[in-house]
């Protein structure tokens, strides 16, 4: 496990702090655990271990559970693990076609959900909508465990206005979202920390909390969705770039598709997401005569495998597979995840396709990077989303060693 310098701006504070959400961020991956196991996980003395557990259990945090006899000698230890109702976190999910919010504990599991599929409606509209399911939500913890609300996640596709032509929606629709912070009038409605970010990211930040960021601190993440998002993971934390678009494969660009289906662009070049997308998807499926209206009517026209599913994919990967090379030669990281809004077998078939494709065009001296499916499936925004308040309250990252002014978003609501 790498560990960021600790500079001179650094205090006690920030620094116990740290190691606080250093030794969660163990639990998370190997929980249960013997103070011993975290002491070598976290690079600290039994001492410091034995105090940060003492000030987790106080708080709430953690719970022990059970003994286990370490060879044979001595007393057996005793097994801590996260408490999963120490924290609460809820998360919304705005896409341009559906709105879904739940309700995940601190171990990651949802205790609630709800979901509308339709074409997003005014943020008016929309404010409406979530407020409600929110407050329903609430009323399914106590008020001691509302107590313990980290906060609300809303993750969303930055320019929810843009690119329209190729996801084949009206402009009409979407007009009303480029001029408004949905994010702080929901803060403002609930009178709670509300974290925004990128759809992508905050996906990337659901697997690098709850999902693969167990084994891999860096990694590509892509979610298939109506259009292609991504995030991208260095050193256990999401980059995110001047604008929050870092790792936005979506927007790439490439040669245009020669599916009939597929609208042709203006210029020489297409984007990413006009290929490989579930929005292109779906619409070479109308065009070869199938009724797709939902996410389910997509779902269930995948499992019967029509030819126009795999004519789709060879296109999909024909623009995938450079673009990701492309990512991959910038970033130098070691694995790729995906996953998708839908199944049916088509990720563990794009999966396939796209390892062979990137194996084809591998450069002499660079290997393949490992794929790995997504934890979250559909839920992964919204997941992804409710992560968020988690992330930014509970996660060792290295801003907190160089005190407040490098967290400027983070909103300090919960325990630590």
Not at 101 to 127: C, Y
Not at 221 to 240: M, Q, S
Not at 286 to 309: H, K, N, Q
Not at 342 to 359: E, N, Q
Request: proline share 6%; aromatic share 6%; glycine share 10%.
């Amino acid at each position: 496990m790498r560990h960021p310098h600790v500079g001179r701006g650094s205090n006690s504070a920030n620094v116990r702090r740290y190691n606080e959400r250093l030794l969660l961020q163990a639990l998370r991956r190997t929980q249960p655990a013997s103070k011993a196991d975290l002491a070598r996980q976290a690079n600290l003395t039994s001492t410091a271990v034995g105090t940060i557990v003492t000030s987790l259990g106080t708080a709430g945090l953690i719970e022990f559970t059970g003994r286990r006899v370490e060879g044979q000698r001595g007393q057996p230890a005793s097994l801590i693990q996260l408490a999963p109702r120490g924290a609460f976190g809820i998360g919304v999910r705005l896409d341009r076609t559906s709105i879904e919010t739940v309700l995940v504990n601190f171990a990651g599991e949802v205790l609630a959900r709800s979901g509308h599929d339709m074409v997003l409606p005014h943020p008016d509209k929309v404010l409406e909508i979530v407020t409600n399911d929110i407050h329903v939500m609430q009323q399914r913890l106590s008020s001691r465990e509302r107590e313990r609300l980290a906060g609300v996640g809303v993750a969303q596709p930055f320019n929810l206005g843009c690119w329209l032509r190729e996801l084949g929606l009206s402009s009409e629709t979407f007009s009303a979202w480029d001029e408004v912070d949905f994010a702080s009038e929901l803060g403002c409605a609930l009178n709670l920390p509300v974290f925004s970010e990128n759809d992508g990211n905050a996906a990337a930040i659901a697997e690098l909390f709850y999902g693969r960021g167990r084994q891999s601190d860096d990694f590509i993440y892509l979610f298939l969705g109506p259009a292609i998002g991504g995030g991208v993971a260095v050193d256990g934390d999401c980059l995110r770039g001047v604008s929050g678009n870092a790792g936005d494969i979506g927007v790439m660009p490439v040669p245009p598709s020669r599916l009939p289906s597929a609208p042709q662009p203006a210029g020489q070049w297409d984007i990413l997401l006009a290929r490989a997308s579930l929005n292109a998807l779906a619409r070479h499926l109308r065009y070869r005569g199938e009724s797709i209206e939902t996410r389910a009517d997509l779902e269930a026209c995948v499992a019967r495998r029509p030819p126009a599913v795999d004519e789709w994919l060879d296109d999909c990967v024909e623009a995938l597979a450079p673009a990701l090379r492309s990512m991959l030669c910038v970033l130098d990281v070691p694995v790729v995840i995906l996953d998708a809004d839908v199944d049916a077998g088509l990720i563990d078939t794009l999966m396939k396709r796209l390892r062979t494709a990137l194996a084809l065009g591998a450069p002499e001296a660079r290997g393949t990077p490992e794929l790995m499916r997504g934890t979250f499936g559909p839920d992964a925004g919204a997941i992804g989303a409710a992560t968020l308040p988690m992330f930014f309250n509970f996660s060792p990252r290295a801003g907190i060693l160089r005190g407040a002014g490098a967290e400027m978003q983070e909103v300090n609501h919960a325990p630590l």
